[in-house]
C-alpha cells in the first residue's frame, strides 16, 4: 500500500477502477449464472442483457487507466512486474488446489493452472503481463513522437479498429492483444493531452453515461425488432458492446477525462480497495471457482424466472465484491508482506542493472 502522498494516485481514477470490476463481475453474474430466455424482452432477459454489457467496458478501463498512468515512466518497473507475477502465482496455487479438491479442474486443468500465464487461464491476466512487459518500448516511442503523430495514430487505428467494425461489417484484422495496445496507447495520449480538454468533468462523464446508455438502448431496440418482426437480428443484439465498440471505447475515454480533470482528491479508503482489483478479478474468475462459485453457491439458474433475479444479481455481486476485497487484503497483509521481504534490495539492484542497459 502507498505510503506517502507524492506517489499516491488521483482518488477519482480510483473510483472508476473499482466501477470497472464490478460491472466485470455483473457481467460474470450474468453470463455464467446459467440464464436462459426464450422472450427476450422479458424483464429478466433485459436485466440480464444489460448487466452482461459492462464486461468489456471494465476490462478497456483497466488498460486504458494502465497506459494513462505508465505514460509518465521511463523504466521498467522490475518489482511491479515482479509483484504481479507473485500474486498470480499465489492465486494459481491456491486455485489449483481448489480444483484438485473439488474436482472441477482435470489434471491437464491443474498443470494448466500452475502455469496460468503461458497457459492462459486468465487470458486478460497475459495480455496484461504482456502488456507491463513492453510499457517501456511503448512509452518510448509515444514520448519520441509529436503530440500531433500520435493524434494521428490513435485517428488512423480508431477508423480501421473501432469506427468501422462497429457501423459497417469490415474488419481490419484486429486481434485482442492488438486492441489491447491501442487502448494503452490511447491512454498515454489522454495524459499527454489532459491539461488542453477544455470541456468540464462534468460534462465528460455525461457524455460518458449517455454513450453507454446508447449501447443498451440499441440492445433494447434490437431485442424489439427481433421479437416483432426478424427473429434472426437478435444476434446482433450484442454488436455494440463489443470491446472494439466505438461506444464503449468513447465511454471509456469521456469518464477517464471527467475524472481526471475532477478536483484531485486523496480517500485511503478507496486507494486500499482499489489495490485489491486484481486479487478481486482473480479470485472470483478462474475456472476452479466458476461451478463453484454462480452455480453451487449462489445458485444464479434458480432465479432464472424468477420476480427477485434483480435483488439477488446485485446481493450476489456485491457478496463477491466485498468477500473478494477482504481475502486480497488478508493476502496484502501476510503473503505481500513476505514477498516484500523476499524481494528486498535484490529486486532493487535487478531494476537498476535492466534499466541501466535498457538505457544505454
Request: glycine content about 6%.
Amino acid at each position: 500500500m502507498i505510503k506517502n502522498k507524492v506517489s499516491q494516485r488521483n482518488t477519482n481514477i480510483e473510483y472508476v477502477r473499482i466501477l470497472a470490476i464490478f460491472l466485470i463481475i455483473l457481467n460474470h453474474y450474468a453470463l455464467l449464472g446459467g440464464f436462459y430466455y426464450a422472450d427476450p424482452l422479458s424483464f429478466n432477459a433485459i436485466l440480464i442483457q444489460f448487466l452482461h454489457s459492462g464486461g468489456k467496458f471494465g476490462v478497456n478501463v483497466f488498460i486504458f487507466i494502465s497506459g494513462y498512468f505508465w505514460y509518465k515512466s521511463e523504466r521498467v518497473n522490475v518489482r511491479h512486474i515482479a509483484k504481479f507475477l507473485l500474486e498470480v502465482t499465489f492465486y494459481s496455487l491456491i486455485f489449483a488446489v481448489i480444483g484438485f479438491s473439488f474436482h472441477t479442474l482435470s489434471l491437464k486443468g491443474i498443470v494448466k493452472m500452475l502455469l496460468p500465464i503461458p497457459f492462459v487461464q486468465w487470458p486478460f491476466v497475459t495480455f496484461y503481463f504482456m502488456l507491463m512487459c513492453l510499457s517501456f518500448w511503448f512509452n518510448k516511442m509515444m514520448h519520441n513522437v509529436t503530440e500531433r503523430q500520435h493524434r494521428i495514430l490513435m485517428i488512423g487505428l480508431g477508423i480501421t479498429w473501432c469506427i468501422c467494425p462497429t457501423f459497417f461489417k469490415v474488419d481490419f484484422a484486429v486481434d485482442i492483444f492488438g486492441w489491447y495496445v491501442y487502448m494503452f496507447l490511447l491512454g498515454g495520449y489522454l495524459r499527454r493531452i489532459i491539461d488542453d480538454i477544455k470541456v468540464p468533468a462534468k460534462k465528460l462523464i455525461c457524455f460518458s453515461a449517455i454513450s453507454y446508455g446508447m449501447i443498451l438502448l440499441s440492445e433494447l431496440v434490437i431485442d424489439y425488432i427481433g421479437a416483432h418482426f426478424i427473429w434472426s437480428i437478435l444476434k446482433y443484439a450484442e454488436h455494440f458492446r463489443k470491446i472494439n465498440s466505438f461506444f464503449i471505447v468513447f465511454s471509456v475515454v469521456t469518464l477517464v477525462a471527467g475524472a481526471a480533470k475532477l478536483k484531485p482528491g486523496y480517500n485511503r479508503f478507496v486507494q486500499t480497495v482499489a489495490s485489491t482489483t486484481l486479487g478481486v478479478f482473480l479470485i472470483h474468475d478462474n475456472k476452479a471457482m466458476i461451478p463453484l462459485l454462480w452455480r453451487k453457491l449462489l445458485r444464479c439458474y434458480e432465479f432464472n424466472s424468477s420476480k427477485y433475479l434483480i435483488l439477488h444479481a446485485f446481493g450476489s455481486c456485491i457478496a463477491v465484491f466485498v468477500a473478494c476485497v477482504l481475502l486480497d487484503l488478508l493476502r496484502q497483509k501476510t503473503v505481500g508482506k513476505l514477498e516484500d521481504r523476499l524481494l528486498g534490495s535484490r529486486i532493487e539492484a535487478l531494476d537498476e542493472k535492466i534499466n541501466a542497459y535498457l538505457s544505454r
